[in-house]
């Protein structure tokens, strides 16, 4: 049995969405998902988004 990494609850009812992290050609799976708002609610509750993103501005001046 495999549980959702968010909400906990029991894959095996469900289509899940499975996230891997990888290097070159190496890839580990870090989690199962009940559906893409568990994968949502997750990714925003421990803040993974924060600090991913390049700079930008409007006129080009980073």
Do not use: K
Request: hydrophobic share 25%; glycine share 12%.
């Amino acid at each position: 049995m495999t549980d959702c990494t968010y909400c906990g609850s029991d894959l095996a009812g469900y289509d899940p969405v499975w996230v891997e992290e990888g290097s070159d050609d190496e890839r580990t799976a870090v989690g199962g998902f009940c559906n893409y708002a568990c994968l949502h609610a997750h990714i925003e509750g421990e803040r993974l988004v924060y600090g991913t993103s390049c700079a930008w501005s409007p006129d080009g001046t980073d």
